[in-house]
């Protein structure tokens, strides 16, 4: 959705316009970017429009999709404007001198693939300006060399809050109107203006999604479209699966959420896969103008942090970046004697030339909680007692977590030609996560709970990396918009925990106890997986891409093995694989209106059985998820509007006796 944007007010220059223009989102932009090449052999090819009369600001976006351009304007000059539209093969120049006619404005390229409109100076003399008038340099918004790339960030709706598009993993970069699934992009702006300090924070934003893990527990879990486990883990960084860190918002440039399985179009992790949708977090990059902002930050009891955020550009044409970001907060948070402190230090490079664009990201973090907040389970049979206040915290001071991180990435993009972009990434992760902590049970209605305190440590060790190409090409009426790539992830998994001995206090009345004062622990070798994946999708569209077919199809394989209770010995391997297909259908019967229908898999590890039942050992495929969805998306210039409907259906399993009598365990 979108919101109103601002106007400007008092006297500035152009560095601080442009500023003002890409991080406060007052001017909208509208179109998609349009591929390099010959700007004169452009210029002169007629293209068949059909832009409907209406206001300007629908005009000029559905301009911009016909013409392949990026189109720039404030949406101040804009307003109550309308255009007379165009109908027929016409040039671009002609088809926008057709658009902008009876508004008074005026248009001029920037580059082959942006064009920027204006309010032309008033009469009186070359280049004079009304009385008072605050003159204001062009702003130049440049867009990327070809459509094929992902590594150019959709443009912001009016208000900037939300984004026009995101990204679909093995789809690429694609406009809200031109996507078949359910996704939301939320930005920078809307980061910082609602001080986000986790993921859980921007989620919130969304009826569909709910978190299942407590608040100031350290971990976030959540559910979506009525499926839980899209944990910290099973969440890509700039598009890459498998290698995510658990990413602060002071890193993040957006938060895109796809709703439904997506096996297709983003892969298994080895950590697994969350059916009900994901999330891809975008890392911030240096912009055009300089920036360095420093904010402090108070909130709870005594909670005080910092934030530096530092980028620059360098290079004749500013194709080099750096942008570093350094945080550190400290203090009892709102729950009582619940302490969070956390530290991150991450470094950001870009290169963004003209066919070739490479980005490196690096980063570390640690963070300490005390007085950890748990889960809290409740004993069958029992009534449920009343929640208590909702600031009390029932963990012990020594309850507590502990987390540190290594990250590193990199991607890159070279431009093979205007149509065909090859791409690959490589993302690593080092992480330990441990601490005391326990599940308080609650065995009557009086709040009355126990608990088992254990001193535990797990370790992961991720490596992940991707390549493939895109490209787009025509047979006869038909548009082709083809990726093809291969993914392989692994994750060495280690763990070791200690138990002591029962504790028991209440929800309502918290008495101390005792530290038992648990020793350290050596995590060893749980588990080793390798997933790997080749996948293909084309778009197939036709009328202007105003029906657009997409059909896809994944192998992936899971390649486990489990070790004994030392780490020593591989103890059971688990070597599977499955196809997942996806189908989606987009139908525009007007600019501004799109009619979708999917048909789309989600993929998990199969079951190995377990030794009680007479099949012990067999191993069972992956099971599939399926969703069916069909959904209408309206953009009405400063806000878009979705409305779906769909069905996923979960693979599950259950016991049952054979005909010999034996109890087995089977899929359902």
């Given at each position: 959705m979108g919101y109103a944007a601002r106007t400007f007010s008092g006297k500035v220059g152009i560095s601080r316009v442009l500023a003002s223009v890409l991080m406060m989102s007052t001017a909208t932009i509208a179109g998609v970017v349009m591929t390099g090449g010959d700007a004169c052999a452009q210029s002169a090819a007629q293209t068949s429009f059909n832009v409907p009369a209406g206001p300007l600001g629908r005009a000029l976006t559905a301009f911009g999709r016909q013409a392949g351009l990026q189109v720039t304007y404030l949406t101040s000059i804009g307003t109550g404007k309308t255009s007379p539209g165009i109908s027929g093969p016409a040039t671009r120049e002609q088809a926008l001198a057709r658009i902008l006619q009876g508004t008074g404005l005026s248009y001029h390229f920037t580059n082959a693939s942006t064009v920027a409109i204006s309010q032309p100076a008033a009469t009186?003399?070359?280049?004079?300006?009304?009385?008072?008038?605050?003159s204001l340099d062009t702003i130049d918004v440049q867009g990327a060399g070809n459509p094929n790339s992902t590594m150019s960030l959709p443009p912001a709706y009016a208000g900037g809050q939300v984004a026009t598009g995101g990204n679909l993993g093995l789809l690429g970069n694609r406009h809200i109107m031109d996507t078949p699934f359910s996704q939301t992009s939320y930005t920078e702006k809307l980061i910082r203006n609602q001080q986000a300090k986790t993921v859980a924070d921007v989620l919130r934003n969304d009826p569909s999604i709910t978190q299942q893990s407590a608040r100031g527990g350290g971990f976030e879990e959540f559910t979506l479209r009525g499926f839980g486990n899209l944990t910290q883990d099973r969440i890509s960084i700039n598009g890459l699966y498998g290698a995510s860190p658990i990413v602060p918002m002071e890193m993040v440039e957006r938060v895109e959420v796809l709703k439904g399985p997506n096996a297709l179009l983003n892969g298994l992790p080895a950590s697994g896969n969350a059916?009900?949708?994901?999330?891809?977090?975008?890392?911030?990059?240096?912009?055009?103008?300089?920036?360095?902002?420093?904010?402090?930050?108070?909130?709870?009891?005594?909670?005080?942090?910092?934030?530096?955020?530092?980028?620059?550009?360098?290079?004749?044409?500013?194709?080099?970046?750096?942008?570093?970001?350094?945080?550190?907060?400290?203090?009892?948070?709102?729950?009582?004697?619940?302490?969070d402190e956390a530290a991150l230090a991450g470094l950001g490079l870009d290169y963004q030339g003209e066919r070739v664009r490479f980005s490196a990201d690096f980063s570390y973090k640690k963070n300490h909680i005390d007085a950890v907040t748990p889960l809290v389970q409740v004993t069958p049979g029992i009534p449920i007692p009343g929640a208590p206040n909702a600031s009390r915290n029932i963990s012990p001071s020594w309850f507590n977590r502990y987390y540190e991180e290594l990250f590193g990435m990199m991607q890159g993009e070279v431009d093979i030609s205007q149509n065909v972009t090859a791409y690959m990434a490589l993302g690593a992760r080092d992480w330990k996560v441990g601490g005391v902590s326990g599940t308080p049970t609650i065995y009557n209605a009086n709040g009355d709970w126990t608990a088992t305190p254990t001193s535990w440590e797990e370790k992961y060790k991720n490596l992940t990396s991707q390549m493939g190409i895109r490209a787009s090409f025509d047979t006869g009426p038909i548009n082709h918009a083809l990726t093809a790539d291969v993914s392989r992830a692994t994750r060495d998994y280690r763990y070791a925990g200690l138990s002591g001995s029962l504790i028991a206090s209440n929800l309502y009345v918290n008495p101390m106890i005792a530290n038992p004062n648990l020793p350290g622990v050596i995590p060893l070798r749980m588990s080793d997986t390798t997933v790997s994946s080749v996948g293909f999708v084309d778009t197939l569209s036709i009328l202007e891409k105003r029906v657009q077919l997409t059909v896809g199809l994944r192998r992936q394989r899971v390649d486990r093995d489990g070790f004994n209770a030392a780490g020593t010995t591989v103890t059971s391997n688990y070597d599977q694989y499955a196809w997942t297909p996806a189908y989606a259908l987009l139908i525009k019967p007007l600019e501004n209106v799109s009619v979708y229908a999917n048909y789309i898999e989600g993929l998990e590890q199969g079951t190995t059985v377990g030794a009680t039942y007479a099949n012990a050992g067999e191993i069972f495929p992956p099971y599939r998820t399926k969703q069916y969805e069909a959904g209408v998306k309206v953009d009405w210039g400063t806000l878009t509007t979705t409305v779906g409907a769909f069905e996923i259906s979960r693979a599950s399993t259950l016991s049952e006796v054979d005909p010999l009598g034996e109890t087995v365990w089977r899929p359902g």
């Open positions: 009186g003399g070359a280049g004079a300006a009304p009385s008072g008038a605050i059916i009900g949708g994901t999330v891809n977090l975008v890392l911030k990059r240096a912009r055009d103008e300089p920036l360095t902002r420093l904010t402090t930050s108070y909130q709870s009891r005594s909670n005080l942090g910092t934030h530096l955020d530092v980028g620059r550009r360098y290079g004749e044409n500013k194709e080099f970046g750096v942008r570093f970001n350094g945080s550190y907060r400290d203090g009892e948070t709102a729950f009582s004697r619940n302490k």
